[in-house]
């Protein structure tokens, strides 16, 4: 049975296992997927034991991403435009391959689960850090009528500009409504919303937190507060997942099913 695993610190909590394992026994694959609990002072040696030792694949989580991308031998176009790694594998030669499968899983979820397209639109983004950097590239790659990028430090959102040649701005110069505000902020985790003017909003505008949760997101009620529709990350969770287990196995599950199997444990 091939190996995979997770690791990050903390890991207890992932909900990853129990996603591939839902994948394998829907594509009828030989898979052990486990966690790792990731030592700082030992990740990169971590990583190689894994390997040396048989594993076929790994996800990395938080706080270790942008180490996995400084360990690996060779990176994807969407690995290097992230500056991140959250999927990693062995090449034919024994290299380490690494990937970020982050905005691709989020990009799927929305396009073909959610049926949101994305072409076309005036897509606002909020927030300026790793996450966003990660799902850029795969937004722009929809074709949509431009791509704003928000942040409170507004260096960091310019930063970001000139890297995907994108619009830069800060709350305070925005101007709506957009069709669709994707919040990549961690203002969810700590139950605050980012500083955004109601008028961003119409009763047109579909809104996508990353975060996700049992009770909507702080900044999902004051979306749908303001007549808007929208969701969240849950199905990003589960799409950067499989997209994951395609690379590694070649065989792309569905990911609809998993989604509703989450939302009713949770």
């Excluded at 409504?177 to 500083?195: C, K």
């Excluded at 070649?250 to 998993?258: I, T, Y």
Aim: with cysteine.
């Amino acid at each position: 049975m091939d190996q995979y695993v997770v690791v990050g610190n903390p890991i207890a909590h992932s909900k990853s296992p129990a996603i591939h394992a839902e994948f394998a026994k829907q594509t009828d694959q030989s898979v052990y997927y486990g966690t790792l609990l990731g030592e700082e002072e030992r990740f990169e040696a971590q990583v190689r034991d894994f390997f040396s030792e048989g594993g076929k694949g790994m996800n990395v989580t938080v706080p270790f991403k942008e180490r996995a991308f400084a360990m690996c031998d060779v990176l994807s176009k969407r690995a290097e435009l992230a500056g991140a790694v959250n999927t990693l594998m062995l090449g034919k030669n024994g290299e380490i391959y690494g990937d970020n499968t982050d905005g691709a899983g989020m990009v799927r979820d929305i396009v073909h689960v959610l049926n949101q397209p994305l072409k076309g639109k005036r897509i606002l983004i909020i927030g300026a850090g790793g996450a966003v950097r990660g799902v850029l590239e795969p937004v722009l790659a929809q074709a949509p009528l431009s791509v704003t990028v928000a942040n409170r430090t507004v260096s960091k959102a310019e930063a970001l500009g000139k890297i995907f040649d994108c619009v830069a701005s800060s709350f305070d110069a925005l101007e709506g409504p957009f069709d669709v505000i994707i919040n990549g902020s961690s203002a969810s985790l700590s139950g605050q919303l980012p500083p955004l003017k109601d008028e961003l909003v119409s009763e047109h505008t579909w809104c996508y937190d990353m975060m996700y949760g049992k009770e909507p997101t702080v900044f999902l009620k004051w979306a749908q507060g303001l007549g808007a529709n929208g969701t969240d990350g849950l199905g990003m969770l589960v799409g950067q997942a499989a997209e994951a287990f395609f690379l590694w196995r070649h065989v792309r599950p569905e990911q609809a099913p998993v989604i509703a199997q989450l939302r009713s444990e949770m």
